[in-house]
C-alpha cells in the first residue's frame, strides 16, 4: 500500500484562475492571527506558499530574520522568486520540499507556517510532526484551513449545493480533507502539540466586485482547472454538470443581493521550551 504521503494529489492545481485567488492573499487578510507573536529578528518556513504573496509579506515583516518559502510543485515557485524580487526582499529564499518530512534540521526556525495547506495533504498528523520537528523550542507553529461544509451563502442559487457536493467529492477522492478547518485541533492533538491556541476568521464577499471576483474564479475553475479534469476523469462529474455548475457561479455573482462566507480554522503552536 503506497504511504500516506503518495496518496494526495493537489486538487486545484495551477491554473490562472487558482492564482487568481492565491495572489490575492496577504498575510493580513490570511495569517492574521499570527503577526502579533511576529518578532523582527525571526526566523519563519512558510510551507505551500505557492505564488509567494503570503511569504513576501512575512519578509516585510521580519526585517532582520529570514523567510524561507516552499511548496511541492517546482512549477509556481519561479513565480514566488518573482513576487519577492518584485519587492526587492533581500531575506527571502524558496525550495522544493514535501511537508511529510523536511529536509532541514530539527529546531531550524522561529516560525513554521501553513496556509491552507494541511486540506490537501496525505497525513495531516504527520505534517504537523514535521512542523513542529523544525520549530525551535519556544517557536510557533501557525496553520490555517478552510472548511467547505461550513462555507455559507445567499440566495440559494440552484447549483451551489452541487458545487459543494462536487468539490468534496473530488478533493476527497484525492486523498485530502476539504473539511480540514475544523479538524486542526485533533490533528495537533494527535502529532503531540499541547500548548495550541484555536481561532476562526472568514473572507466575506458580497460587492459587485467581491462577487464578480469570487463567482469568476469558480466558474472559470470549475471547467478549465486540475479539478474540473480530475472531476471528470474520476467520474465525479460530467462535462455538462461542470458547465451547469460554473453557470451557477455566475448566476449567483449576478445577484445583487448576494453574499458568501468562508469560514477558516485556526491554531497557532507554541512548542515547549
Same mark, same amino acid.
Given at each position: 500500500?503506497?504511504?500516506?504521503?503518495?496518496?494526495?494529489?493537489?486538487?486545484?492545481?495551477?491554473?490562472?484562475?487558482?492564482?487568481?485567488?492565491?495572489?490575492?492573499?496577504?498575510?493580513?487578510?490570511?495569517?492574521?492571527?499570527?503577526?502579533?507573536?511576529?518578532?523582527?529578528?525571526?526566523?519563519?518556513?512558510?510551507?505551500?506558499?505557492?505564488?509567494?504573496?503570503?511569504?513576501?509579506?512575512?519578509?516585510?515583516?521580519?526585517?532582520?530574520?529570514?523567510?524561507?518559502?516552499?511548496?511541492?510543485?517546482?512549477?509556481?515557485?519561479?513565480? %514566488? +522568486? &518573482?513576487?519577492?524580487?518584485?519587492?526587492?526582499?533581500?531575506?527571502?529564499?524558496? #525550495?522544493? @520540499?514535501?511537508?511529510?518530512? $523536511?529536509?532541514?534540521?530539527?529546531?531550524?526556525?522561529?516560525?513554521?507556517?501553513?496556509?491552507?495547506?494541511?486540506?490537501?495533504?496525505?497525513?495531516?498528523?504527520?505534517?504537523?510532526?514535521?512542523?513542529?520537528?523544525?520549530?525551535?523550542?519556544?517557536?510557533?507553529?501557525?496553520?490555517?484551513?478552510?472548511?467547505?461544509?461550513?462555507?455559507?451563502?445567499?440566495?440559494?442559487?440552484?447549483?451551489?449545493?452541487?458545487?459543494?457536493?462536487?468539490?468534496?467529492?473530488? %478533493? +476527497? &477522492?484525492?486523498?485530502?480533507?476539504?473539511?480540514?478547518?475544523?479538524?486542526?485541533? #485533533?490533528? @495537533?492533538?494527535?502529532?503531540? $502539540?499541547?500548548?495550541?491556541?484555536?481561532?476562526?476568521?472568514?473572507?466575506?464577499?458580497?460587492?459587485?466586485?467581491?462577487?464578480?471576483?469570487?463567482?469568476?474564479?469558480?466558474?472559470?475553475?470549475?471547467?478549465?482547472?486540475?479539478?474540473?479534469?480530475?472531476?471528470?476523469?474520476?467520474?465525479?462529474?460530467?462535462?455538462?454538470?461542470?458547465?451547469?455548475?460554473?453557470?451557477?457561479?455566475?448566476?449567483?455573482?449576478?445577484?445583487?443581493?448576494?453574499?458568501?462566507?468562508?469560514?477558516?480554522?485556526?491554531?497557532?503552536?507554541?512548542?515547549?521550551?
Amino acid at each position: 500500500m503506497p504511504k500516506a504521503r503518495e496518496t494526495a494529489v493537489y486538487t486545484h492545481g495551477h491554473h490562472e484562475s487558482v492564482l487568481r485567488s492565491h495572489t490575492w492573499r496577504t498575510a493580513a487578510n490570511s495569517a492574521a492571527y499570527l503577526l502579533g507573536s511576529l518578532k523582527p529578528h525571526m526566523k519563519i518556513l512558510d510551507i505551500g506558499c505557492g505564488p509567494g504573496t503570503i511569504t513576501a509579506d512575512l519578509a516585510e515583516l521580519v526585517p532582520d530574520g529570514q523567510v524561507t518559502g516552499v511548496d511541492h510543485a517546482p512549477g509556481i515557485l519561479d513565480q %514566488a +522568486r &518573482a513576487t519577492a524580487a518584485g519587492r526587492g526582499l533581500a531575506n527571502v529564499d524558496f #525550495a522544493v @520540499a514535501d511537508v511529510h518530512a $523536511l529536509d532541514y534540521p530539527d529546531d531550524t526556525f522561529c516560525v513554521v507556517h501553513a496556509h491552507q495547506v494541511l486540506q490537501h495533504v496525505g497525513d495531516p498528523v504527520q505534517a504537523l510532526r514535521e512542523m513542529r520537528r523544525v520549530t525551535r523550542p519556544g517557536g510557533f507553529i501557525a496553520v490555517r484551513d478552510g472548511d467547505y461544509a461550513a462555507m455559507t451563502w445567499y440566495p440559494a442559487v440552484p447549483g451551489l449545493d452541487d458545487w459543494l457536493d462536487l468539490y468534496e467529492r473530488v %478533493a +476527497r &477522492a484525492n486523498g485530502g480533507e476539504p473539511d480540514a478547518g475544523r479538524r486542526l485541533k #485533533a490533528w @495537533a492533538l494527535a502529532a503531540g $502539540l499541547t500548548d495550541i491556541t484555536v481561532t476562526s476568521s472568514t473572507w466575506t464577499f458580497a460587492t459587485p466586485e467581491e462577487r464578480a471576483w469570487w463567482s469568476g474564479l469558480w466558474a472559470d475553475r470549475t471547467l478549465a482547472s486540475a479539478y474540473a479534469e480530475r472531476a471528470t476523469r474520476g467520474g465525479h462529474a460530467t462535462e455538462e454538470g461542470l458547465r451547469a455548475v460554473s453557470e451557477a457561479w455566475r448566476e449567483w455573482g449576478r445577484r445583487e443581493d448576494g453574499w458568501f462566507a468562508v469560514l477558516h480554522g485556526e491554531i497557532l503552536c507554541r512548542k515547549e521550551a
